[in-house]
């Protein structure tokens, strides 16, 4: 969901009504890179295994 709050956000940017001033673009855009970042970590993890 977070996802696509981003993707509609860069629309909705790229369209001149820019989103970028709002905090819920940031909020949703860091907690989408924490989850990236944590997915890649144990997927590191899980491949240093095997």
């Known amino acids: ?4 709050a981003i993707g509609i956000a860069l629309k909705l940017t790229l369209l001149r009504m820019n ?3 709002y905090p ?10 924490l989850c990236i970042i944590t997915q890649m970590n144990y997927l590191n ?5 095997s």
């Open 1 to 4: 969901m977070r996802m696509k």
């Open 19 to 21: 989103q970028l001033v």
């Open 24 to 33: 819920e673009t940031w909020a949703f855009t860091i907690i989408v890179l």
């Open 45 to 49: 993890k899980v491949m240093n295994i």
